[in-house]
């Protein structure tokens, strides 16, 4: 039973180091990081908008899926430079509140994603004839709204019995950004009912969700099998594995990262995963359906061209 209960208007964290000199090697390595996933997925979004061979329902998942990537890293990665550049690893006791509930909000609307994604794609590939039917513009639109909603409603409940906990005497958080874990060590109470549908939760979303997900590929990969030639399959396949190694990466950091125990002694495992799910897997997202890509890199071409042409300007004659 936890004592000493207290108002917490602020908590530390702890960080990934204390060395200078690391601190700054972090920063560099971030920042360009940061920097690269918000032009990557700021460049999906504006092609799958601007070029008409885009606007296919695949390419309004994914560019909807790149506004919850920018999210996704934006909530975490900005603070972790400022405390890195700074050292200062002060972060309020609101924001850091509002920081958690929007790192699991926006994390549980990407494995949602990642069903509809896969969903789509079991379509188009298993049944093209009924495809364009089914999956049209106002049931698309549905698909997104309710991956939004649907994880916002299911993380209102937990925070809102989490809000009602005090707070220990303790301000400190073994961690880069506020997590669950570290923050659920701090309250007060018997938290232990709590904890398990935390852990319930976690694993019901992540386990659920990759089954689905799991079953549209391997029907995917079922029906590519029986096509005929080569050609068929290869350019079959294409257009589904950019999917699957993005949902690799996605599942396996979260998987060993909310499933795993979260014990003292592990805490340094537990931040070097969180920089794979928050930092490294939005990094690669954009890149692994850029380069695998034949439509996105041809409208990347084409508007390369057109703003050739806007600076050039009109040859003259």
Known sequence: MKSNETRISEFVLLGLTDVRKLQLLFFVILFFSYLLTIMGNFMI??????????????YFFLWNFSIM???????????????LLMGNKNISYVGCIIQCFLYFYLGTTEVFFFVVMSYDRYLAICNPL????????HLCTLLVFCCWIGSFLIHIGPFTVFLQFPMCDSNILDHFFCDSAPLLHLLCGDTRLLEFFVSLLAVVLLFGTLFISMVSYINIIRTILKIPTATGRKKAFSTCASHFMVVSIAYGSSLFLYISPTHTNQMEFAKRLA???TIV???????IFSLRNQQIQEAFK????????????????
Do not use: C, W
């Open 69 to 83: 990537e920018i999210g996704y890293t934006t909530i975490i990665t900005p603070q972790t430079l400022s405390h």
């Open 281 to 287: 897997s939005p990094l690669l997202t954009p890149f």
């Open 45 to 58: 979004i504006l092609l799958a908008n601007i070029d008409r061979r885009l606007h296919t329902p695949m």
């Open 302 to 317: 084409g508007l390369l061209k057109q703003v050739a042409g806007i600076i050039n300007g009109p040859r003259k004659t």
């Open 275 to 277: 920089i794979l799910n």
């Open 130 to 137: 009924r495809y364009p039917s089914i999956m049209h513009k």
